[in-house]
């Protein structure tokens, strides 16, 4: 079985400065580990995915995360916020076995401010 | 095309009433879900229909019943809802094989009264 802990259920962060997003996850086998962003009244969009290969995954709208697997963990950070990152975010694994069970964490609110 | 479409974007209705909620993608992906999202939580798994066959039921009421007429498109019958399942209802789709990224559609805001 698989689980995610997203450490953080609310960020508040200045706009301009930098942020990380914390994710921990266990499980018995291997997975592919995903981000999504959810705006208000929306539904969840894809920032990155790491599959295998380079630790370090770039995604869309600035955002990069970093697999460690001896930390069993996967980060999101961006360098500069902007107040349109205000939104939800997910952390979410997926066994590499396949059987279609995305395991989402709790989400956390990152709250960018002027 | 790489859209999931989902209507009506909100929906009351009654808990005698039936509704259906309807989810379209024309992208060729092969599985199709149905989540259920309550305010402020992650959304969890409700159905999947892999190559147009229900594969997960992940036991829910018989009040929701899932269907999938083709591979382009998901329905999801309600009927006697309760109020405790007002909630954001969110279809997604992928390529197939579960375990690639998912696309998910806006989503169907419902409020049983």
């Known amino acids: ?114 | 095309d790489t859209e999931v479409t989902q209507t009506p974007k909100h929906l009351v209705m009654g808990m005698t009433n039936k509704k259906s909620l309807k989810c379209e993608q024309h992208m060729g992906h092969r599985a199709m879900y149905w989540y259920k999202q309550k305010a402020k939580k992650p959304p969890e798994l409700m159905f999947v229909y892999s190559y147009e066959k229900l594969s997960i039921n992940e036991s829910v009421p018989s009040r929701f019943s899932p269907e999938c007429p083709n591979s382009s498109l998901l329905n999801l019958h309600l009927h006697a809802l309760q109020p405790e399942d007002s909630a954001l209802y969110l279809c997604a789709s992928s390529q197939g094989q579960g375990i690639e990224k998912l696309f998910f559609g806006s989503g169907t805001q419902l409020s049983v009264l």
Request: proline share 4%; hydrophobic share 35%; with cysteine.
């Open chain 1, 1 to 114: 079985a698989q689980s995610v802990t997203q450490l953080d259920s609310q960020v508040p962060v200045f706009e301009e400065a930098p942020v990380e997003l914390r994710c921990n996850y266990s499980s018995s086998v291997s997975v592919y580990l995903f981000w999504y962003v959810q705006y208000p009244n929306q539904g969840l969009q894809l920032l990155l995915k790491y599959l295998s290969g380079s630790t370090l995954v770039k995604g869309i709208n600035g955002f990069e995360a970093e697999f460690n697997k001896s930390q069993t963990s996967f980060h999101l950070r961006k360098p500069s916020v902007h107040i349109s990152d205000t939104a939800e975010y997910f952390c979410a694994v997926s066994p590499n076995t396949g059987g279609f069970k995305t395991i989402f964490g709790a989400g956390t609110r990152l709250f960018v401010k002027a």
